[in-house]
């Protein structure tokens, strides 16, 4: 049996938790950007990130740190962080707007390394959510 580099699993994790996301985020078809606030389709929807995977990679798999977000917020607007932060904060509250924070500060200062145990775990753990979530 062939093995998975770490970096291929991470990406595959990656992948099932961007799914949950556009499920948890969006209803009959249709979303609202974190960033813009404007109602699109969901064949606009990215899983954005409030502090990204390159500078946070800690933060990778924190469902406060990933929403729907449009392609144009993400991608052009390059997260569009400041319209981001002020709507993550009334959706999540302050209280876990702060742990996230906290959170950032720690990665961004120590780093973080993922083993191939945990990113099982996770993805485990977000196909059961996937499942879930379909039910309802």
Aim: a positive charge; one cysteine or more; aromatic letters at 14%.
């Amino acid at each position: 049996m062939k093995s998975i580099s770490l970096t291929n699993l991470k990406n595959k994790v990656q992948a099932v938790v961007n799914e949950y996301i556009r499920k948890r985020d969006s209803d009959f078809g249709y979303f609202k950007c974190i960033s813009c606030g404007k109602l699109k389709s969901i064949e606009f929807m990215d899983a954005g990130h409030y502090y990204s995977t390159k500078m946070y990679d800690g933060l990778r798999f924190n469902e406060d740190n990933i929403h729907g977000q449009c392609k144009y917020c993400n991608k052009f607007l390059y997260g569009n962080t400041v319209n981001y932060r002020d709507n993550l904060f009334f959706k999540i509250g302050p209280e876990r707007f702060e742990k996230l924070k906290k959170a950032a500060e720690k990665y961004k200062r120590d780093g973080y390394k993922w083993s191939m145990d945990e990113l099982e775990k996770i993805m485990e753990e977000f196909k059961q959510k996937i499942k879930e979530h379909e039910k309802t």
